[in-house]
C-alpha cells in the first residue's frame, strides 16, 4: 500500500499480504484448490486412474486418517497433541477381534475395546490436566503402555483363536452403491467434531485453553476438566479408527494403525490447525486428510516405494512449514 | 560532598528518545551525572524511569539519543557491553544463579575476588563462605553479593535500582554510608521511591515525567517539596471536580461492606493490609510500583492464596481457590495487561462470551441467538469498534481493553476489580471508562480500581487508599485526593508536612544526623 502508482490496484490483488489473509480467514479454498489439483495430476500420470473404484478406496483410507487427525484436531486446538491414537487404535481393533469366539460376541469386543480407548485417554488427561506433563510425553507414554497391554492380552487370547468379525468387515470393506460402509461411521463422527467445535461451550474452552490459558482461568475456566475429557474424548474417537481400520484390511494386529500416527498429525497441520493452539478447526483437517491420501497415490505412480516416502514426508514439511508461516502474524 | 562547577559530566544522556507502538515512553529525555557525585533519578509510575535505565544499560535501543561516558560516544547493546562501558547496574531482584556457588556466580560475571571481599566487608558482611549456595544465603546478604560484585570491578557509574528496598535497617545505613563515600571518580545512579533516602544520599535529582526531563534539582533542605511540585507538573491543581452520587461515609456506616479485608498477606510484598469496599462506590487504589497491589489484586481475582488474614465477601467469609470461585460470587478481575486477558487470535464474540461457558453444565449447545443478543448489547454499552472483530488482535489498544471489560458486563457483575484498565489507552477511551465504571457503581456494583494515573482518582472514584509497604497507609474521600496529596502518601509522607528536621539536617552534610534519619525511617520501615 506503500506505492502511490497506477499498478498498486493489480499488486494488491496480487500481494502476499492479500493471499495471507486469504489462506488464514478461509482455509478452506486453497486446501480444496491443492486437493482438485492433485487429483488432476493423479489422472494426467495415469489416465483412467481416477474412477468409481479409485475414489472409494480413497475415501475409505482417508476416513480412517479423517477420525484419527480429529484427535489431533481436537488436542492440538489446546496446544497438546495426542501420540498414543496409533496403539489405542491397533489395540482396539485387535481386543474387537479377540472377542468374536467369546460369549457376548463382538457388541461385547467393541464396548470392551472403547472402554479400554477411553481409560486410556482419561489416564493421558490426568497426566495432561491434573499433573500438568507435557502432552507429548503423557500421550507417547501412554500410547507404550496400551501397545504393551495389547500384548499381554495378545499371549492370554492365542489358545482361543481370534478374527476380525464379519460386521466390522463389512464396515470397513462393504459398499452402498458407489460408496464405501465406512462413510456410515466417518461421517457421523465429522457431523459431531464440527458441531462439537462450532456450537458447544466445551468448544469454545478448547480454543480458549490453546489460545491463551491465562486469559482462560481468569475467566474461570477450570482447564483440567476440560483437558480431561478431551483426551478421553480422543480415546474413544481412536478406537473407533482402529474398528474401521481393521475391518478394511481384515486383519487384526497390535500395531496395525501405528503407521498412521504421523501422517494424523500432518493432516491437522495441512488443514490449517495451529500446533501451537487456538486456531483452526475440523473441515480443514478433513480436507487434509483427502489431500494426504490422494497425494499417497500420486507418488505410488510415478516413485518406488522407498523414493515415495521420502518425497511424502518432505512435500508433507514443506506444506505444513509454508502454511505455518503464512498464517503466524498478522 | 562537595562538588566543584566542573561541566565535565561522567556520564551524560542527551535527547534519549523511545516508543513503543503508538505509547511515548522517553521523549528527549535528558541525565547528566558530575563525577564523583550521587545523583537520584525521579519520576512518578510511568514517567519513564525504567525505560531511561533500560537504555543506559544497554537492554533496551533508544529510537534517538546519545549517551556519552566520560567524553566519549558509547552505544551498548547488551547489559554485557555496558558493564565494559564503565556502566553497571545492580537491580531490585538479586541477579545470581540459585544452583551455584558464590565464587562460580563471581567467576561468571568475571569479577576479581579479593576486592569483593574487601567491598562485603566494608558492606558490613563479613566472613562470607564464598563456598556457599546462592540459594542458602539470605535475600538481603544476596543483595550485598550484588551490590559487592557490582562494585569490585570498579564502575565508572553504578547505578543501583532500589536497592534498598527490603534490607535491613543496619545494611541499608551501611550501603548508603558507603555509596556516599564512593570517592571522587565514580558517580551513582540512585533510584529509591523513598524520598527520604535521597534527601539523606543524592547531591542532585533529575526529575522525570511523561518521558520527559523536567527539571534537575540540588538536593538540599526542603528541596523534597520540589521535586514532588516536578513531578506533578502544572495544571495539576486545576481540575474539574466531578458531581455527586458519592457514597457518604453516613450512608456506608449503615451497609455491609461488600468486601472487607483483614491484615491480608501474600507473598513478601502485601504485607497486614486491611481495608473496606462498599457497593456502589469506586474505591480508588494508589501505590507507587512493587507495594503489593499486584499481590493484593490477585488475591482478590482468586488467582492466589493469602499466606495469611481474612476476607469477608458481603459479611461472610471467602477463600478462593480459583478464580471460578471469586467469579462465581460476582467477583471479577479486569487485568492490566490485555495480552493477559484476551484470546488474542479468537474474534470479540468469542472473547466476550468465554466466562458464559467456563463451567461444565455450560460445556453443551450454544443459543447463538441469545449469546448474540447478550454480546452486542455489551459491545453497544461500551461502545466498541467491532469492525476488526474476527481476531481481537487486529483491534486498536483501547478496543480490547474494553472487550475485557464487556466480558464481565455481558455476565453481570457485582464487584469488578480493575488493575490500571486505562494504561496506554487514548484519551476518549479512558474517558468512556471512566463514565461506564461510575455506571456499574450507581446500579449498585462495588468497584476496586487501582490507577497510576493519580488525576483518575477524582474523576472516576469515590474514596482512595493508599498502598505503601504492602500496608494501608492512607485513606481520604476522593475530593481531597489531590495528586500532590497522593503522591505525598503514596511516599508515606504525612501530609503538608516538611521535611523531618534530621533529615533536612543530613541533606546539609552532616553525617550523624543522616544515620539517626536513616535509622528512625527503616525502623518505621521494619515495624511494618
Known amino acids: 500500500m506503500t506505492a502511490a502508482t497506477s499498478t498498486v490496484g493489480r499488486n494488491r490483488w496480487l500481494s ?118 507435557h502432552p507429548l510425553i503423557v500421550t507417547l507414554g501412554m500410547g507404550l503402555v496400551v ?131 487456538g486456531r483452526g478447526g475440523y473441515s480443514g483437517t478433513i480436507v487434509g486428510a483427502l489431500i494426504l491420501t490422494v497425494l499417497a497415490s500420486v507418488l505410488s505412480i510415478v516413485l518406488p516405494e522407498p523414493w515415495r516416502q521420502v518425497v511424502f514426508g518432505s512435500i508433507v514439511v514443506l506444506v505444513a512449514a509454508t502454511y505455518a508461516r503464512l498464517t503466524a502474524e498478522s | 560532598m562537595t562538588l566543584t562547577t566542573s561541566t565535565d559530566m561522567l556520564l551524560e544522556a542527551t535527547d534519549v528518545s523511545k516508543t513503543y507502538g503508538a505509547v511515548v515512553a522517553l521523549h528527549n529525555a535528558s541525565l547528566a551525572v558530575r563525577p564523583g557525585e550521587v545523583h537520584a533519578l525521579v519520576g512518578a509510575n510511568g514517567a519513564g524511569k525504567s525505560t531511561l535505565v533500560k537504555i543506559l544499560t544497554g537492554a533496551v535501543t533508544p529510537d534517538s539519543g546519545r549517551i556519552i561516558v566520560r567524553g566519549r560516544e558509547r552505544k551498548s547493546h547488551s547489559p554485557a557491553e ?82 534498598t528496598a527490603a534490607l535491613p535497617a543496619n545494611l541499608t545505613e551501611r550501603v548508603l554510608q558507603n555509596v556516599q563515600q564512593l570517592g571522587e571518580d565514580r558517580s551513582v545512579i540512585f533510584i529509591s521511591h523513598r524520598l527520604i533516602e535521597i534527601a539523606a544520599v543524592c547531591d542532585r535529582a533529575t526529575v522525570l515525567r511523561n518521558g520527559e526531563t523536567v527539571g534537575v534539582v540540588d538536593v538540599a533542605a ?21 458531581e455527586g452520587g ?28 486491611s481495608f473496606e469496599l462498599y457497593p456502589g462506590e469506586v474505591l480508588g487504589v494508589v501505590a507507587l510500583e ?41 467477583m471479577v478481575y479486569v487485568a492490566a495487561d490485555r495480552a493477559e486477558a484476551l484470546l488474542m487470535q479468537r474474534s470479540v464474540r468469542e472473547n466476550i462470551s468465554l466466562p458464559f461457558s467456563a463451567r461444565i453444565p455450560q460445556w453443551g449447545w450454544i443459543n447463538l441467538g441469545r449469546e448474540k443478543h447478550k454480546v452486542d448489547e455489551a459491545v453497544n454499552t461500551l461502545q466498541i469498534d467491532a469492525r476488526a472483530g474476527a481476531e481481537v488482535r487486529r483491534l486498536s489498544g483501547g478496543n480490547q481493553q474494553k472487550v475485557t471489560i464487556a466480558r464481565w458486563v455481558a455476565s453481570g457483575v457485582k464487584t469488578m476489580l480493575c488493575f490500571d484498565p486505562t494504561r496506554g489507552i487514548d484519551i476518549r477511551t479512558k474517558n468512556q471508562i471512566y463514565v461506564l465504571l461510575r455506571d456499574l457503581a450507581a446500579a449498585g456494583a462495588a468497584v476496586l ?30 475530593a481531597q485526593a489531590s495528586e500532590a496529596a497522593l503522591l505525598r502518601a503514596a511516599h508515606n509522607l504525612k501530609p503538608d508536612s516538611a521535611l523531618p528536621e534530621e533529615v533536612a539536617a543530613a541533606a546539609t552534610g552532616d553525617m550523624s544526623a543522616v544515620q539517626a534519619a536513616i535509622d528512625s525511617q527503616s525502623t518505621t520501615v521494619s515495624q511494618r
Open chain 2, 82 to 163: 555496558a558493564r565494559r562501558n564503565g556502566l553497571v547496574s545492580v537491580y531490585q531482584e538479586p541477579a545470581v544463579i540459585p544452583d551455584l556457588d558464590i565464587r562460580e556466580n563471581l567467576r561468571l560475571t568475571h569479577t576479581p575476588v579479593e576486592p569483593f571481599r574487601h567491598w562485603m566487608n566494608e558492606l558490613g558482611v563479613e566472613n562470607l563462605n564464598l563456598s556457599s549456595l546462592a540459594r542458602r544465603l539470605p535475600l538481603a546478604t544476596l543483595r550485598i553479593v550484588d551490590l559487592a560484585k557490582a562494585l569490585a570491578i570498579e564502575p565508572d557509574v553504578l547505578l543501583l535500582d532500589e536497592i
Open chain 2, 290 to 330: 512493587g507495594q503489593g497491589q499486584d499481590e493484593l489484586f490477585d488475591v482478590l481475582a482468586g488467582s492466589e492464596r493469602p499466606s495469611s488474614g481474612s476476607l469477608l465477601v458481603d459479611g461472610k467469609p471467602a477463600t478462593f481457590h480459583h478464580p471460578a470461585d471469586a467469579i462465581r460470587i460476582g
Open chain 2, 222 to 242: 526542603g528541596s523534597e517539596d520540589k521535586i514532588v511540585n516536578l513531578m506533578l507538573g502544572e495544571g495539576a491543581t486545576a481540575l474539574a471536580q466531578r
Open chain 2, 449 to 478: 480500581l487501582y490507577t497510576s494515573e493519580l488525576k483518575e482518582i477524582q474523576l472516576a472514584c469515590d474514596r482512595v487508599i493508599v498502598i505503601f509497604g504492602g500496608e494501608v497507609v492512607a485513606e481520604m474521600p476522593a
Open chain 1, 147 to 277: 501397545f504393551g497391554f495389547a500384548n499381554v492380552w495378545q499371549l492370554q487370547s492365542v489358545q482361543t483363536g481370534s478374527g476380525v468379525p464379519i460386521e466390522i468387515r463389512t464396515i470397513g470393506s462393504g459398499t452402498l452403491g458407489a460408496l464405501p460402509n465406512d462413510l456410515l461411521v466417518f461421517v457421523p463422527v465429522a457431523i459431531v467434531l464440527l458441531l462439537l467445535l462450532k456450537r458447544t461451550g466445551y468448544g469454545r474452552m478448547l480454543y480458549a485453553i490453546g489460545d491463551n490459558p491465562i486469559a482462560a482461568r481468569l475467566s474461570g475456566v477450570r482447564s483440567w476438566q476440560v483437558l480431561v475429557v478431551l483426551y478421553a474424548l480422543s480415546g474413544v474417537l481412536a478406537g473407533i479408527a482402529g474398528l474401521v481400520q481393521s475391518g478394511l484390511s481384515n486383519t487384526a494386529s497390535v500395531t496395525l494403525v501405528q503407521p498412521y500416527l504421523l501422517p494424523s498429525v500432518a493432516a491437522a497441520v495441512i488443514g490449517g490447525t495451529s500446533i501451537l493452539g
Open chain 1, 16 to 133: 502476499a499480504s492479500t493471499w495471507r489473509n486469504l489462506l488464514r480467514d478461509y482455509p478452506l479454498v486453497p486446501l480444496t484448490i491443492l486437493l482438485v489439483l492433485l487429483v488432476v495430476l493423479a489422472d494426467i500420470l495415469q489416465p483412467g486412474l481416477v474412477n468409481p473404484g479409485w475414489v472409494t478406496s480413497a475415501v475409505r483410507q482417508a476416513a480412517v486418517l479423517g477420525i484419527l487427525a480429529g484427535c489431533q484436531t481436537l488436542t492440538m486446538l489446546t496446544g497438546g497433541i495426542d501420540l498414543s491414537v496409533g496403539f489405542v487404535a491397533s489395540m482396539a481393533g485387535f481386543v474387537t477381534a479377540t472377542f468374536v469366539h467369546q460369549p457376548g460376541g463382538w457388541p461385547m469386543g467393541i464396548a470392551v475395546s472403547l472402554g479400554a480407548a477411553a481409560l486410556a485417554g482419561l489416564v493421558s488427561g490426568i497426566g495432561v490436566g491434573i499433573f500438568r506433563v
Open chain 2, 246 to 273: 458519592h457514597v457518604t461515609a453516613a450512608a456506608r456506616s449503615h451497609q455491609t461492606p461488600r468486601l472487607s479485608l483483614l491484615g491480608m498477606s501474600a507473598r513478601r510484598r502485601l504485607h497486614n493490609a
